[in-house]
């Protein structure tokens, strides 16, 4: 394993990999740095951020954008609010696990190579591992994150659609109740304003838009209640409306119940640790002793 020959071998493996990301950084920061904000902004421009991964580097990284893990990142993301191309995640995601196994292996089988003392060695290891762990099981990780910003929109939501309710009858057009309604939002609040900016070139696909950023649920249900009011103003929609706020708050009320509950199996862990400390410093010299005085007996 020490051989010199495979550490030049490796070393030459390292320096060519290293060759097409130093010029896909530069490239990138090139691009960042030559960007222009669109000047017409109220018109509907999708591509918003980086541009689309080319194939060319999904297939040296072993993707496809058609396979199931890629389908079910997407949908992740798209539910945690990333409006960028998936394929960066995964490129990204995929990376890390190269790294973190190469950092476990690398100290595993050449520890006196590396640029760090030798006793710093498993804590590279170490790092290596959580980040290839991470990498590797980050599933939980996002639907925990699109739970949150779920709960979050819902929240939100639900404000709006309250303000909706109070403006009924009002003789104010959809998009200036809309506008009024700003206020009671914070994560939504970006694609709202471009929804209202987009809103008169055309209002139905300005809908639409907004109901693919954000990528939610109760922000699907939440347009389809927009676009109806846009189409025609009618008590019936109104009483959806008084609907799904119901829902909206029953559903809010039932995750702040199981939030309730996990604290308090938490707190209820946390409560034995004092008596298990309890137990080791009180009665186990006298389990020991009286064991002692069994043995004493007997023998």
């Not at 580097?57 to 945690?80: D, K, P, W």
């Not at 009671?184 to 709202?192: E, G, L, N, P, Q």
């Not at 109806?228 to 702040?256: S, T, V």
Request: a positive charge.
């Amino acid at each position: 394993m020490n051989d010199p020959s495979i550490v030049r071998a490796l070393s030459a493996l390292l320096l060519t990999a290293l060759f097409p990301l130093c010029a896909l950084s530069v490239s990138a920061l090139l691009r960042a740095l030559t960007w222009r904000r669109p000047r017409w902004v109220h018109l509907p421009l999708e591509e918003d951020g980086p541009p689309r991964a080319p194939d060319w580097l999904l297939r040296i990284m072993g993707l496809s954008r058609g396979g199931q893990a890629f389908l079910t990142r997407e949908s992740l993301l798209a539910g945690c609010g990333f409006t960028h191309d998936p394929a960066w995640y995964m490129i990204a995601r995929r990376m890390a696990m190269l790294l973190g196994f190469a950092a476990i292996v690398c100290g595993a089988a050449f520890p006196e190579y590396l640029p760090v003392l030798r006793h710093r060695v498993f804590w590279l290891q170490a790092a290596g591992a959580a980040l290839a762990a991470c990498a590797l099981y980050d599933r939980p990780l996002l639907e925990a994150l699109r739970k949150m910003r779920s709960e979050l929109i819902m929240r939100e939501i639900l404000a709006v659609s309250k303000q909706l309710l109070y403006f009924a009858g009002a003789p104010l057009h959809l998009h200036v109740k809309l506008t009024r309604c700003l206020p009671y939002t914070s994560v939504i609040r970006a694609d709202m304003r471009r929804m209202l900016a987009e809103w008169y070139h055309d209002a139905g696909e300005a809908i639409a838009r907004f109901k693919r950023r954000v990528g939610t649920p109760e922000a699907d249900s939440f347009a389809e209640t927009l676009e109806a009011l846009r189409l025609r103003e009618d008590e019936a929609f109104y009483a959806l409306l008084r609907e799904r706020i119901a829902d909206y708050k029953a559903r809010i009320e039932l995750g702040r119940e199981s939030r309730r509950e996990a604290a308090s199996y938490v707190l209820f862990v946390l409560a034995g640790v004092p008596i298990l400390y309890l137990f080791q410093i009180f009665l186990y010299p006298w389990v020991q002793e009286g064991h002692r005085l069994f043995q004493s007996l007997q023998s």
